[in-house]
Nanobody, 119 residues
Framework: QVQLVESGGGLVQAGDSLRLSCAASGRTFSTYAMGWFRQAPGKEREFVAAIIWSGGRTYYADSVKGRFTISRDNAKNTVYLQMNSLKPEDTAVYYC????????????WGQGTQVTVSS
């Protein structure tokens, strides 16, 4: 079992920056990767970014490449999402999740944190 708590969301203006945090606890030693997803009202949840825990290889959705950066702090079992040049279309609830192994689905999810970008 893994528990995830997101924080750092808020209301910002277009062009601003925001950093989200996701603190993991529980059986974090078994985590292969951690990812960020987002969901806007009436839309499906979409992948944003992921990081492989061992080695730190990163992956990004095309919509956020060049603007968002995912990173990790091994000692704190925490993953971050640095969001720059925010756009109104980035408005959503952002969730972090864990992937137990290569090829597996994301298994554990946090409660989400709201990000609202005004124009």
């Amino acid at each position: 079992q893994v528990q995830l708590v997101e924080s750092g969301g808020g209301l910002v203006q277009a062009g601003d920056s925001l950093r989200l945090s996701c603190a993991a606890s529980g059986r974090t030693f078994s985590t292969y990767a951690m990812g960020w997803f987002r969901q806007a009202p009436g839309k499906e949840r979409e992948f944003v970014a992921a990081i492989i825990w061992s080695g730190g290889r990163t992956y990004y959705a095309d919509s956020v490449k060049g603007r968002f950066t995912i990173s990790r702090d091994n000692a704190k079992n925490t993953v971050y999402l640095q969001m720059n040049s925010l756009k109104p279309e980035d408005t959503a609830v952002y969730y972090c999740a864990t992937k137990p192994r290569l090829g597996a689905s994301y298994e554990y999810w946090g409660q989400g944190t709201q990000v609202t970008v005004s124009s």
